[in-house]
T-cell receptor
Framework: QKEVEQDPGPLSVPEGAIVSLNCTYS??????FMWYRQYSRKGPELLMY????GNKEDGRFTAQVDKSSKYISLFIRDSQPSDSATYLC?????????FGTGTSLTVIP | NAGVTQTPKFRILKIGQSMTLQCTQD?????MYWYRQDPGMGLKLIYY???????DKGEVPNGYNVSRSTTEDFPLRLELAAPSQTSVYFC???????????FGQGTRLTVV
């Protein structure tokens, strides 16, 4: 069983839509949860970081963690063409990062 | 700030050749990582280091070697390149294993 499983997509949505990206993980020892955004031919960049269950908001982005279900989500409100990228969830115990396979998102103007 | 710098950006190797991918960070981070990224496969950890002089294998270490003689540098060595090593390679660093990882811009390697 993989440490982290991510919905592969790809997703294609109209501008202004609400986007939901999801990952599940297998090890309850995981403590830190992140979402990275990767534009084409670039390195991943941190978008959101959380270590507790519940929601964390940053502008149009909300990261949600449910430790009881081992499920994490990223919601994007009022999606923009500039949000078109690959989104990777990442989880760490504090020593190694485990990344999902990424979900490719295209926001159509 | 430069952050994490990788060189070269692109390289074509012939089967059996060797090369070193360079990675330097200027953030005084303890942890450094090498990942490879193949289409649809996400990031796979090759090697990582928790400090100068300390390295450990990740998920896919075969065919690669690393060293960490300084805090700043973490080169990745490919010996006897094979077509299966065609990939995009990312170096990353973080202060601790639980903190944000900063990535370089990647090295696109093709083995023919």
């Amino acid at each position: 069983q993989k440490e982290v499983e991510q919905d592969p997509g790809p997703l294609s949505v109209p501008e202004g839509a609400i986007v939901s990206l999801n990952c599940t993980y297998s090890n309850s020892a995981f403590q830190y949860f992140m979402w990275y955004r990767q534009y084409s031919r670039k390195g991943p960049e941190l978008l959101m970081y959380t270590y507790s269950s519940g929601n964390k908001e940053d502008g149009r982005f909300t990261a949600q963690v449910d430790k009881s279900s081992k499920y994490i989500s990223l919601f994007i409100r009022d999606s923009q063409p500039s949000d078109s990228a690959t989104y990777l969830c990442a989880i760490t115990t504090g020593n190694q990062f485990y990344f999902g396979t990424g979900t490719s998102l295209t926001v159509i103007p | 700030n430069a952050g994490v710098t990788q060189t070269p950006k692109f390289r074509i190797l012939k089967i059996g050749q060797s090369m070193t991918l360079q990675c330097t960070q200027d953030m005084n981070h303890n942890y450094m990582y090498w990942y490879r990224q193949d289409p649809g496969m996400g990031l796979k950890l090759i090697y990582y280091s928790v400090g100068a002089g300390i390295t450990d294998k990740g998920e896919v270490p075969n065919g690669y070697n690393v060293s960490r003689s300084t805090t700043e540098d973490f080169p990745l060595r490919l010996e006897l390149a094979a077509p299966s090593q065609t990939s995009v390679y990312f170096c990353a660093s973080s202060y601790y294993g639980s903190t944000e990882a900063f990535f370089g811009q990647g090295t696109r390697l093709t083995v023919v």
